[in-house]
């Protein structure tokens, strides 16, 4: 057993994400990040990962969705490894745009700064876990299980949609499949399965946590807004992930001239659209159930003289437990119902379910080990236990664990 004395080296984690980061998705003069995944700056970024867990021994396996376990050996290696990892890809974080009124076509910098974490989000987690490598590779001590270090691919479904999405398929109990997620498009029509195999990254190794499995897996994240610092505490203890749905919604109603279509007899698909993107904002707020986001709308015609016929947004829905993200959407219908009622004007709506994470709670085994950790740094009035509000691969990996060992994860 490894002496309790023993602690990595945090400047040199420290060095090492601020390097990395700086070398491979940085926006200019800033701690701001791209690394979209399955981009140049995510294969080389992979690239340099697997270097440095093979330079530490460890062996390295990269699965049909692009993951990537680095496991290091143990003196039992007929158990599951146990995991350490997150993702090293991030949401987007700029891009040019054509000002709408400009006759000449101005390109204008925009800079849209993600409010999530960055290189202290995902790239965090999976930097900790190889400086834990590193620690253990120095000070030449074996662990009874193996230990793994994984990259997820794509866990924040920005580039192509659909959060923790392989991890979920590994879970194999996530709502879209591995054939589903390696024909997903991102907006440059770029099919998933085609990114991975232009990077190098579309392995061999079954992406099927029965043919790939796990004992445990912990994550480090900085990623649960003001909490800590609003309750004064110094570290998080994540005892559960909250449930979470997304729905696409489909408005229609009935395309016109925007100068020649009386205002009584409109079917306006943009104005209905509106009044529901205010209804979920109104029904999260007033049945205090949870959270509710429209972070995509688009126009079918996007012209400045035309009564769009059909519009679609995105809704995330995300509470406590699943009835409770099942009675807000629940809440939200109702009030889309109404307002069409009271438009009365031949405006219709439609929903399609395109991702769901269940609430997962995590073992009590697991938990006791990481709090014990923190007490041990910090001391336990520092310490705050917390169910965590934003999704994280650990979510997925949960489901399995208990059934890829003798033992919960």
């Known amino acids: 057993m490894a002496p309790l004395s023993l602690k990595i080296n945090a400047q040199r984690l420290n060095d090492t994400l601020q390097e990395t980061c700086s070398r491979w998705g940085a926006i200019r003069n800033s701690t701001g990040m791209q690394r979209l995944t399955l981009s140049q700056a995510d294969r080389d970024v992979r690239d340099w990962l697997v270097e440095e867990a093979r330079s530490l021994g460890c062996q390295v396996k990269v699965d049909e969705m692009g993951n990537i376990f680095c496991i290091r050996s143990g003196t039992n290696n007929g158990l599951a490894p146990i995991a350490m990892g997150s993702h090293l890809d991030t949401q987007p974080a700029g891009k040019l745009l ?5 006759h000449h076509k101005v390109r204008i910098d925009v800079l849209i700064f993600s409010l999530k974490g960055g290189r202290y989000d995902g790239i965090l987690g999976v930097q900790a876990g190889l400086e834990v490598l590193r620690t253990l590779h120095e000070n030449n001590l074996q662990t009874h299980s193996p230990i793994a270090l994984i990259d997820w691919t794509n866990e924040e479904g920005a580039r192509f949609s659909g959060a923790m999405m392989s991890s979920g398929v590994w879970s194999q109990q996530s709502f879209s499949n591995f054939e589903v997620c390696h024909n997903t498009v991102d907006i440059e029509g770029i099919k998933m399965g085609d990114a991975l195999k232009e990077i190098g990254y579309l392995g061999e190794t079954k992406c099927d946590y029965r043919a790939n499995p796990l004992s445990a897996h912990f994550e480090l994240h900085i990623e649960q807004g003001v909490r800590l610092e609003n309750e004064k505490k110094t570290m998080g203890v994540v005892t559960s992930v909250q449930s979470m749905r997304w729905h696409t919604i489909r408005v229609s109603g009935t ?71 099942e009675e807000l959407y629940k809440n939200v219908f109702e009030k889309f119902n109404e307002i069409l009622a009271e438009e009365n004007n031949g405006t219709a709506w439609k929903s399609v379910r395109t991702w769901a994470l269940p609430e997962s709670i995590f073992d009590v085994q697991c938990i006791d080990s990481v709090r014990s950790a923190a007490v041990e740094l910090v001391g336990a009035s520092e310490v705050l236990e917390m169910k965590s509000a934003a999704g994280h691969d650990s979510a997925w990996v949960y489901y399995l664990c208990f059934q890829t060992t003798t033992r919960p994860c």
Do not use: W, Y
Not at 98 to 102: A, K, N, V
Not at 276 to 294: P, Q, Y
């Open 255 to 325: 395309e016109g001239h925007a100068g020649t279509t009386p205002m009584g007899v409109r079917a306006d698909a943009l104005v209905s659209a509106c009044k529901f993107i205010t209804a979920v904002r109104d029904a999260a707020v007033s049945t205090g159930l949870g959270v509710g986001t429209v972070g995509v709308i688009s126009s079918d015609t996007q012209s400045q003289a035309t009564i769009p016929a059909g519009i679609n947004f995105t809704i995330d829905i995300r509470c406590s437990t699943d009835e409770m993200v």
């Open 98 to 102: 054509t000002h709408p009124l400009s």
